[in-house]
């Protein structure tokens, strides 16, 4: 099993959670973004750098990914794939994405698509906040505490 990061996006307090777990877990942790990145120096931390362009990380985690793997990204699409694929997807912000939610979380996406390309201006996420990043690490250690048993 490997936890791979939607990197380019993830906020940096999100990264230093996954850091503490991958260490602890004794877990493979891959980053994988269009920019080098700095990681700390762990046999079981990497990253990946990928050419820059529209969804070059998101198709190079789809390509490496295996079922039961785990995928952190807020990535509706990248999500829904991983999903296909066997594996798990996780948000930024502690949502643990499933067969069930995923088609309705697509089809608002797919809405707010359309609203903004029509010139409404939608808005974006709010910054991540204490509470989001507690939902995380909650959420993170429940799903590895899951695949241990």
């Known amino acids: 099993m490997k936890i791979w990061v939607d990197a380019d996006a993830c906020p940096v307090a999100i990264k230093e959670i996954l850091y503490r777990a991958a260490e602890r877990k004794k877990i493979p942790l891959v980053l994988v973004a269009n920019q080098s990145l700095q990681t700390p120096p762990s046999s079981y931390i990497s990253s990946l750098r990928v050419q820059s362009g529209f969804d ?3 198709d190079e985690i789809v390509a490496r990914l295996e079922a039961s793997d785990l995928v952190i990204t807020a990535d509706i699409p990248l999500a829904a794939e991983a999903l296909e694929k ?8 502690g949502e643990m994405f499933s067969q069930g939610t995923i088609g309705a979380r697509l089809n608002m996406r797919d809405f707010l698509d359309t609203m903004r390309s029509s010139g409404e201006h939608t808005g974006g996420p ?23 048993l």
């Open 56 to 58: 070059k990380a998101d």
């Open 86 to 93: 066997g594996a798990y997807a996780l948000s930024p912000r």
């Open 126 to 148: 709010p910054p991540l906040s204490q509470t989001d990043r507690k939902t995380f690490a909650d959420q993170l250690d429940r799903f590895l505490q899951k695949i241990e």
